[in-house]
């Protein structure tokens, strides 16, 4: 049936927008998440699709759909049939780094998905496996130099949120490395733990329980301010590397032509998982900061992200990252 009748159809059972939102969701929804389980992407989606799936009495089904840092995943929700059944996480990386850095894409991040949330920020951590002797920042930069041949980065692939962190991380202290690419930070970090990376720049949410635990070693956070989550952990400025401050914030998108009455539903479901004092107390004790309701609104989120993708296309331009 061709789209116009089959609104005419919808019309004529009485089932026009505002009903089809009250009878939403009435089947579990699917949330497509680009990296692998167990890294911060994944785990903020599992937070959120709890939360929202009590709010809309519907289960929230993880999708991880990993590979070409977050690519393949967007261009599947793009395609995905717009009745707010399918929708995706993603992040500064996946929904405007990578528009920038993969030209070759068939879809737009920006204009071919319908906001539905911005999620929390978090900054990122410069952490090394137990076996990288340096205690400071500046032993680190130090080490990295001398040993540029011998050390291994792990990151989630070429324009994922630890390879922004690593270029900015480079490029302030002259520092270079191998950057080896894995389908999230969640099986890297298990890497760097196990010595056979030995650095990675990646968000406080999956490094900060691994510092705590004593298993990977911590040396400062790309954020203007010590997060309240860590307040041992020095700046980077303060710890001698201003200009790598960098934050990974996250949000909820749809297939462009999800009727907007669905994304409203959805995005109340995400305001309300958010003002939970459960979940707030989950996302800040790994660094998040939570945005407000009106940052999170759909029109808002648009906006931010338009106005973020402006601000790194040319810095992702003039850095000339090449997709190997
Ligand atoms: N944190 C990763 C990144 O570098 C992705 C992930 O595994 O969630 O973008």
């Known amino acids: 049936m061709k789209r116009r009748q089959f609104s005419l159809a919808l019309a004529a059972t009485g089932l026009a927008a505002p009903a089809l939102a009250q009878a939403y969701p009435t089947k579990p929804i699917s949330i497509i998440v680009p990296f692998a389980a167990g890294g911060p992407t994944d785990v903020m989606a599992r937070i ?10 519907q289960q929230f089904i993880i999708d991880n759909t990993a590979g070409a840092a977050g690519t393949i995943a967007v261009g599947k929700l793009v395609r995905a049939a717009p009745d707010g059944y399918t929708i995706g996480i993603g992040h500064l990386g996946t929904n405007v780094v990578n528009g920038a850095i993969y030209r070759q894409l068939t879809f737009n991040v920006v204009d071919d998905l ?23 920042l500046a032993e680190l930069i130090a080490y990295l130099k001398a040993n540029a041949d011998k050390v ?8 994922s949120g630890s390879h922004i962190g690593a270029l900015l991380f480079n490029k302030v202290t002259g520092t270079k490395y191998q950057l080896v690419p894995y389908r999230g930070t969640g099986p ?7 010595n056979q990376i030995q650095i990675m720049v990646d968000q406080s949410s999956n490094a900060l329980p691994h510092v705590r635990a004593g298993k990977v070693r911590a040396y400062a956070v790309t954020a203007p301010r010590r997060s309240p989550a860590a307040p041992d952990i020095p700046t980077v400025a303060e710890a001698g590397a201003p200009g790598a401050e960098v934050a990974i914030w996250h949000g909820l998108w749809a297939p462009k032509g999800t009727p907007a009455a669905i994304v409203d539903r959805l995005n109340r479901a995400a305001v309300a998982a958010l003002g939970d004092p459960e979940v707030r107390r989950k996302l800040e004790d790994l660094g998040q900061e ?17 106005a973020q993708f402006a601000q790194w296309k040319p810095i992702i331009d003039e850095a000339n990252v090449k997709v190997e």
């Open 290 to 306: 939570l945005p407000t309701p009106a940052e999170m609104a759909p029109a808002a989120f648009g906006a931010f992200q338009r």
């Open 114 to 136: 319908a906001p539905i949330a911005r999620l929390p920020s978090n900054p990122m951590l410069v952490v090394t496996s137990n076996q990288v002797p340096a205690n400071t």
């Open 188 to 194: 890297a970090i298990q890497d760097l733990i196990a």
């Open 152 to 159: 291994s980065g792990g990151t989630a692939g070429v324009g």
């Open 48 to 57: 959120m699709g709890e939360r929202m799936g009590r709010e809309l009495a």
